[in-house]
């Protein structure tokens, strides 16, 4: 193999275009992604639209750009695809802090009880649960639901903001959060309340979102933003990629510390080559976590379409 460490970005970007056809691989990337990254994935998107264009997808190898949980998602969804992760390391705090012990407690204590889990979860919560949704569509999604008791896992902030939205529900909440989105700091905001338009992830606490013009998913806020001249944008930096490209007659504002997802910033273009050329990272879910997992995942893509 050679040393990606020599090679100019002209030469990777054309041993990479090699690989890809000689193994028959795309490239799924998040949003939340270094620039290096979406520069050369084929799909960039939010986690529904990844989930929903995996599916899509004819290539016998999937790369997916972004963490852990996302993978397993694709995998699941994809069993005879080859799916791969160019760090395997990569991961999502808040997916871990909801488990199978609490779900279980939740459905002994509650009657028509949905168990309904954020696509940021592991393979096995989601086995466990009733229907997945994303920070795009659970809103939409639990309306939809006939039971009146929601236990919604594993993001606090998130659920919360759909309680909100939805008082005909009891949506009762787990205790995870995102620790990008939870320690975003309340007084920057509130220094540019009024001052400019204030776009704003549901994953964020409620005092924020209660400053927010508008409150969407990465995909929502990335169409939003193109309405406005002046933008705070209240989401993991990596929006702004996409956001520069699309509209680069507008003025973004970031905030002073910077919300950066530190297991996104992993992945980088020598690891994405590294594991296409050498098949590393597969993901692999056993077939009764699969089996499981694959029924939620498939509802939510039903009810979010």
Request: charged letters at 30%.
């Amino acid at each position: 193999m050679e040393n990606l460490e020599k090679l100019n970005l002209e030469d990777k970007l054309q041993k990479l275009k090699k690989l890809k056809a000689e193994k028959d691989a795309v490239i799924l990337a998040h949003y939340y992604v270094n620039k290096d990254i979406q520069d050369i994935a084929d799909y960039i998107g939010d986690s529904f639209f990844l989930a929903q264009k995996a599916t899509e997808l004819k290539e016998k190898t999937i790369v997916m750009a972004g963490v852990y949980f996302m993978g397993e998602s694709v995998k699941i969804l994809n069993p005879s695809k080859n799916v791969l992760m160019p760090d395997i390391e990569a991961d999502c705090p808040m997916a871990h802090m909801i488990s199978v012990e609490k779900i279980k407690e939740m459905r002994e204590k509650y009657d028509d009880l949905a168990v309904v889990t954020y696509i940021n979860s592991t393979a096995e919560i989601k086995a466990y649960s009733d229907v997945c949704v994303t920070s795009s569509n659970a809103t939409k999604i639990v309306n939809k639901l006939k039971e009146k008791n929601i236990f919604f896992v594993p993001d606090r902030n998130l659920g919360d903001y759909i309680k909100k939205s939805l008082p005909n529900k009891n949506i009762i909440l787990n205790d995870g959060y995102c620790p990008v989105h939870d320690e975003i700091n309340i007084d920057e905001i509130k220094f540019y309340k009024g001052k400019v338009k204030i776009l704003a992830h549901p994953e964020c606490r409620k005092e924020v979102l209660d400053l927010a013009d508008f409150i969407g998913s990465t995909k929502a806020i990335i169409n939003e933003a193109g309405k406005y001249q002046d933008v705070l944008v209240v989401t993991e930096e990596g929006i702004f990629t996409e956001l520069n490209k699309r509209y680069p007659n507008v003025k973004f504002r970031k905030l002073s510390n910077r919300p950066i997802c530190n297991d996104m910033k992993k992945l980088n273009l020598d690891k994405v080559i590294e594991v296409i050329e050498n098949n590393e990272n597969q993901i692999n879910v056993s077939k009764e976590i699969r089996d499981k997992a694959l029924i939620p995942l498939k509802r939510m893509l039903d009810l979010g379409a």
